[in-house]
T-cell receptor
Framework: DAKTTQPPSMDCAEGRAANLPCNHS???????VYWYRQIHSQGPQYIIH???NNETNEMASLIITEDRKSSTLILPHATLRDTAVYYC?????????????FGQGTILTVHP | AAGVIQSPRHLIKEKRETATLKCYPI?????VYWYQQGPGQDPQFLIS???????DKGSIPDRFSAQQFSDYHSELNMSSLELGDSALYFC????????????FGQGTRLTVV
């Protein structure tokens, strides 16, 4: 699976959009971009995933660049409960869907 | 909606003892995964099972074994426990028929003393 690079930490004001970047310059054509988050010591939580088109669900939006070498997770209106470690993971469907390689994620702190 | 259930939530064992962790996947999910998360570390994949057969293996010590049963629940057996085995152990489940995302349980915190 391709390696990802994320900033170690980010801050966001409550109510504002949180934009979390991820670099995956070695991504291959059959690899998806997944985002999970982990709120302190809880089980990781799936957020969203995409291949090449932008995706949106009730939690977030995922913007993938045209060359697929980077992506941005957008939490449109961050709340204090969104404070967590956010993991960007690249994985192909040829592997087990839940066999995820968690690298260094981004610690997002949402403050009042 | 039903989630992944793990038991026990907390477990304290002495060195060299044996521990068994249980995982009950979301109904109709056919694949389970086990992860280990040490203090201050990111989750690390241990092993997975699809339709009761081992499907992938990660950095699982030889002292650990796991299996998936006919009702799809899974057990992680850990023998000759070491202090370094103290960690959070997460189970996740998925189904290729309902989506490619995995759903995690709340974990079992194992403390080896």
């Amino acid at each position: 699976d391709a390696k990802t690079t994320q900033p170690p930490s980010m801050d966001c004001a409550e109510g504002r959009a949180a934009n979390l970047p991820c670099n995956h310059s070695t991504i291959s054509g059959n690899e998806y971009v997944y985002w999970y988050r982990q709120i302190h010591s809880q089980g990781p939580q799936y957020i969203i995933h995409g291949l090449k088109n932008n995706e949106t669900n009730e939690m977030a939006s995922l913007i993938i660049t045209e060359d697929r070498k980077s992506s941005t997770l957008i939490l449109p209106h961050a709340t204090l409960r969104d404070t967590a470690v956010y993991y960007c993971i690249v994985s192909s469907l040829s592997t087990s869907y839940g066999k995820l390689t968690f690298g260094q994620g981004t610690i997002l702190t949402v403050h009042p | 909606a039903a989630g992944v259930i793990q038991s026990p939530r907390h477990l304290i064992k002495e060195k060299r003892e044996t521990a068994t962790l249980k995982c009950y996947p979301i109904p109709r999910h056919d694949t389970v995964y086990w992860y280990q998360q040490g203090p201050g570390q990111d989750p690390q994949f241990l092993i997975s099972f699809y339709e009761k057969m081992q499907s992938d293996k990660g950095s699982i010590p030889d002292r650990f074994s796991a299996q998936q049963f006919s009702d799809y629940h899974s057990e992680l057996n850990m023998s000759s426990l070491e202090l370094g085995d103290s960690a959070l152990y997460f189970c996740a489940s998925s189904s290729k028929y309902t989506g490619t995302e995995a759903f995690f349980g709340q974990g079992t915190r194992l403390t080896v003393v």
